[in-house]
């Protein structure tokens, strides 16, 4: 077996021996559920790489005795998932439990491809798993998505990762046969990032690296991973601190920090367009009202990053970025409709429409007054008519606070003190 890459050999075959994803695989985890039971809906496994969603698929077939086919969204095409469907059908015998179909890196098969799955997931021909890197929400359609649960599974901690490494040096074969001392593991953990697949790639590096006796320090991880080192790694743990880096820049209204971490993101590969989705949800959460121009700019920058791509888009990007950056910040909108969906989703009475602002499309809604006193804002002097627009339960009760410590915002609560007086105060 010489030739099986370590994370291969040590790939767990149980769930006892799954390092890591305590609240999935734990005492009362969902996946503890489906071995109990032998129930198991069609779900998605979305998280970093090297955090086991392959092997979390192959454990729940083998541990349930399920048939098991698997595509590989980069390879595969509509003509691979016709002919495992109809595989899969003529697995299905009399009651038995539908096989599985695990399709890694989901988020790349296209609407056709996904498309091509929805019917044989509804009909039970297989039960799906996927496995993506990606958020599902965005990547996946919806359709197929309200078909599946999602579990996200979390980068490894330093004591994941410590135990994986006690399990490498104790149990392979190999590794069992050098003479490997461990004085120092943060480097060794530190380059893994939370990835089971790159600290067990790690360790075979620096043991391969010199005959007889390794002694593992920082140090000598250092020196061996020296050549490999990325700035940025668009499937590790760096992707998250640096996405989340240039955000918080943004927002704070930095925009050399901001370009910087743009700049590590894109000479690492990122997807321009993941940037450029990034971008608007900026200009709406944390510019808003104080410059609706963002939205608009972010926008426009969203659509030329798909008409026009790399290498261009990075200008287009950056200009974005830094006016994004320079821009006044305000969360008002934000924090209003965060605000009123709080209160729609706690508030279970049905709270009625005030009747003046009922359509009558019939008689008998009009006899009953639907319509009755509404007041056509625009035969009023300035374009406005006091009346109420709350149900009468909520009436007064204020979701927009606008910020007055910037001038756009200030302005509009001028404007709304003028029309409502105190009735918003």
């Given amino acids: 077996m010489p030739n099986i890459p370590l994370a291969e050999r040590l790939r767990p075959r149980t769930i006892d021996e799954y390092i890591g994803q305590e609240h999935l695989v734990g005492k009362n985890g969902v996946f503890r559920k489906f071995f109990e039971t032998g129930n198991v809906p069609s779900f998605i496994l979305w998280g970093p790489p090297g955090v086991g969603k392959t092997t979390l698929a192959k454990i729940v077939a083998t541990q349930l005795e399920r048939p098991f086919f698997t595509l590989s969204a980069v390879t595969s095409g509509v003509k691979d998932v016709r002919e495992v469907i109809e595989s899969a059908r003529k697995q299905r015998f009399f009651d038995q439990k539908a096989p599985l179909l695990f399709i890694d890196e989901i988020h790349r ?6 498309d091509s799955l929805l019917g044989a997931v509804e009909q039970g021909v297989f039960t799906l798993i996927g496995a993506t890197t990606e958020n599902p929400s965005f990547e996946v359609i919806s359709p197929l998505l309200s078909r599946c649960q999602v579990y996200i599974l979390k980068s490894l901690e330093d004591k994941d990762l410590q135990t994986l490494l006690d399990r490498a040096l104790t149990t392979d074969t190999e590794l069992k046969e050098r003479d490997i001392e461990v004085t120092e593991t943060g480097a060794l953990f530190r380059f893994s990032g939370g990835d089971a697949r790159k600290l067990l790639n790690i360790l075979e590096i620096v043991v391969g690296a010199t005959d007889g006796k390794v002694t593992i320090t920082d140090r000598y991880v250092t020196d061996c991973l020296q050549q490999n080192i990325a700035l940025y790694d668009k ?12 955000i918080k820049s943004v927002r704070g209204s930095d925009p050399n920090a901001a370009i910087y971490y743009l700049a590590r993101m894109l000479a690492g590969g990122e997807e321009p367009r993941f940037l450029a989705r ?10 808003g009202l104080a410059n609706p ?9 969203f659509d030329t990053v798909h008409k026009i791509g790399m290498p261009e888009a990075r200008i287009t990007l950056a200009e974005t970025t830094i006016y994004l950056a320079t821009s006044p910040k305000s969360n008002s909108a934000y924090m209003a409709i965060n605000k009123a969906m709080s209160l729609v989703e706690r ?6 429409v005030p009747l003046h602002l009922r359509n009558a499309p019939t008689r008998l809604m009009d006899k ?8 056509y804002a625009h035969d009023y002097a300035g374009h406005f008519a006091e009346q109420e627009f709350l149900p009468e339960s909520l009436s007064g009760t204020k979701f927009y606070e606008p910020d007055t410590q910037n001038a756009a915002e200030a302005k509009i609560a001028e404007r709304m003190a003028q029309l409502w007086k105190d009735k918003y105060q």
Avoid at 347 to 352: G, I, V, Y
Avoid at 368 to 375: D, F
């Fill in 347 to 352: 508030d279970t009475t049905n709270r009625p």
């Fill in 278 to 287: 990034r971008l608007v949800i900026l200009a709406s959460e944390d510019i």
């Fill in 293 to 301: 121009n963002a939205l608009l700019l972010a926008n426009a920058c």
């Fill in 235 to 246: 499937n590790g743990e760096q992707h998250y601190d640096v996405i989340s880096a240039f």
């Fill in 109 to 114: 098969f296209n609407k056709s491809q996904q």
């Fill in 368 to 375: 009953a007054g639907y319509g009755k006193g509404y007041k």
